[in-house]
C-alpha cells in the first residue's frame, strides 16, 4: 500500500479508503501475505456497467428518434395549415 501511494499527494490513510472503496465496487481484489497487500484490478464490473449503458443507449436512442421523426412531422404539418389558411384567407379578400 505504502508503494502504491507514493505518486500521490494524499495520505496513506485516505489512499487506503479509497482502495476499500474500489473492492467494494468489486474492481479491485486484494490479496495478503504476511504484512504484504497485493491489490489486482478487476475489469468485469466495468464490463457490465458498460454493457448496462449500451442498452440503455440503444432504447432512448430508438425513443429519441421516434419523438423527433414525430415532432419534425408536427412541424412540417403546422407549416402546410399555414400556407393553406394564408391562401384561403388571401383568396377571400380578393
Known amino acids: 500500500m505504502t508503494e502504491l501511494a507514493a505518486p500521490f499527494e494524499i ?3 485516505a489512499v487506503s479508503k479509497h482502495i476499500r472503496l474500489l473492492e467494494r465496487a468489486r474492481l479491485v481484489r ?6 504484504e497487500h497485493w491489490l489486482s484490478f478487476e ?3 466495468l464490463d457490465e456497467a458498460s454493457a448496462w ?14 419523438l423527433d421523426a414525430l415532432l419534425l412531422e408536427e412541424d412540417q404539418a403546422s ?9 384561403t384567407k388571401k383568396g377571400r379578400f380578393l
Open 43 to 45: 475489469p468485469a464490473p
Open 53 to 66: 449503458i449500451d442498452e440503455q443507449r440503444a432504447f432512448w436512442t430508438s425513443r429519441l428518434d421516434a
Open 11 to 13: 495520505s496513506l490513510n
Open 79 to 87: 407549416v402546410l395549415r399555414k400556407k393553406k389558411h394564408k391562401t
Open 30 to 35: 486484494r490479496r495478503r501475505s504476511g504484512r
